[in-house]
């Protein structure tokens, strides 16, 4: 496709720096409302952000640090345990989302995007419930419909790294990979959307510098504003900020992933 037809979100870290200070919190917040004493840390919970998903993530936990817990009474099987405390942690996140703002520059560049007629979507690993509060809370009641889709949580069989939720989101779009533009702050993500074929901007944050982000078209610290212009880490811009112009021209001259 010869333009730039859509830009695709992702959730955690991209719109918003979510995982330290809300999905983090809340986990801690069900453990202990669950009477356990589990608690993770900071840097504890930035190891075990490598799992995606947060059912997967405190089955990981469980299996690699509690492996011996008995599931406990009122639950058939332990799988059905995580579930209710991961639902109670959606409960606890619900409530901290409030206080969490946007990343820099997202809420200009959906503004220009939606101006400039590019579709929009938002590909995550998070729950569905979790994204709709993030958006009306920023952006506005009607915002969500700003998005032709919401792709969440458990809607694909594998999480990232799998592409599948990307593929998922270019179905419903009916548009060809080539003629997207993905927005990811993890290497899992950007594996996700480069398997799909999806060309990717990565706007990094302390939990994620560090990670190995080859395949991007683009690394940066932030979408940037007029008033908080972006640190160039990979990639040939000469703007201050990610303006519609700029993910433009990000998008032509990166080659295929
Ligand atoms: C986000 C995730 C999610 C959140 C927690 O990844 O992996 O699991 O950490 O949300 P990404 P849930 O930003 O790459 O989509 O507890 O709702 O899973």
């Given at each position: 496709?010869?333009?730039?037809?859509?830009?695709?979100?992702?959730?955690?870290?991209?719109?918003?720096?979510?995982?330290?200070?809300?999905?983090?919190?809340?986990?801690?917040?069900?453990?202990?409302?669950?009477?356990?004493?589990?608690?993770?840390?900071?840097?504890?919970y930035g190891r075990l952000l490598d799992?995606s998903g947060g059912k997967e993530r405190?089955?990981?936990?469980?299996?690699?640090?509690?492996?011996?817990?008995?599931?406990?009474?009122?639950?058939?099987?332990?799988?059905?345990?995580?579930?209710?405390?991961?639902?109670?942690?959606?409960?606890?996140?619900?409530?901290?989302?409030?206080?969490?703002?946007?990343?820099?520059?997202?809420?200009?560049?959906?503004?220009?995007?939606?101006?400039?007629?590019?579709?929009?979507?938002?590909?995550?690993?998070?729950?569905?419930?979790?994204?709709?509060?993030?958006?009306?809370?920023?952006?506005?009641?009607?915002?969500?419909?700003?998005?032709?889709?919401?792709?969440?949580?458990?809607?694909?069989?594998?999480?990232?790294?799998?592409?599948?939720?990307?593929?998922?989101?270019?179905?419903?779009?009916?548009?060809?990979?080539?003629?997207?533009?993905?927005?990811?702050?993890?290497?899992?993500?950007?594996?996700?959307?480069?398997?799909?074929?999806?060309?990717?901007?990565?706007?990094?944050?302390?939990?994620?510098?560090?990670?190995?982000?080859?395949?991007?078209?683009?690394?940066?610290?932030?979408?940037?504003?007029?008033?908080?212009?972006?640190?160039?880490?990979?990639?040939?811009?000469?703007?201050?900020?990610?303006?519609?112009?700029?993910?433009?021209?990000?998008?032509?001259?990166?080659?295929?992933?």
């Amino acid at each position: 496709m010869s333009h730039l037809a859509a830009l695709i979100f992702d959730v955690d870290g991209t719109l918003a720096e979510t995982e330290r200070d809300g999905h983090r919190v809340a986990f801690n917040r069900a453990f202990e409302a669950a009477g356990l004493d589990w608690y993770w840390s900071i840097g504890h919970y930035g190891r075990l952000l490598d799992i995606s998903g947060g059912k997967e993530r405190i089955r990981h936990f469980i299996e690699t640090e509690h492996p011996d817990l008995q599931t406990p009474a009122g639950f058939d099987s332990r799988w059905q345990f995580i579930q209710a405390l991961h639902q109670s942690k959606t409960e606890f996140y619900k409530r901290e989302i409030a206080s969490i703002s946007l990343c820099p520059g997202i809420k200009r560049l959906l503004n220009e995007a939606r101006a400039a007629g590019l579709r929009l979507a938002i590909a995550t690993t998070s729950t569905f419930e979790n994204v709709l509060p993030l958006l009306e809370n920023q952006l506005g009641l009607d915002s969500p419909d700003w998005f032709e889709v919401i792709a969440a949580g458990d809607s694909v069989p594998h999480k990232k790294p799998a592409p599948d939720i990307y593929h998922y989101v270019l179905k419903r779009l009916s548009l060809p990979p080539s003629a997207c533009l993905a927005f990811e702050d993890t290497h899992h993500g950007l594996i996700a959307a480069t398997q799909a074929g999806i060309k990717t901007v990565i706007t990094v944050n302390s939990y994620t510098a560090q990670q190995d982000f080859a395949k991007a078209a683009a690394v940066l610290s932030h979408l940037g504003d007029p008033n908080q212009p972006i640190q160039v880490i990979k990639g040939k811009i000469e703007a201050y900020y990610v303006s519609v112009a700029v993910a433009k021209q990000i998008w032509a001259q990166s080659p295929a992933p």
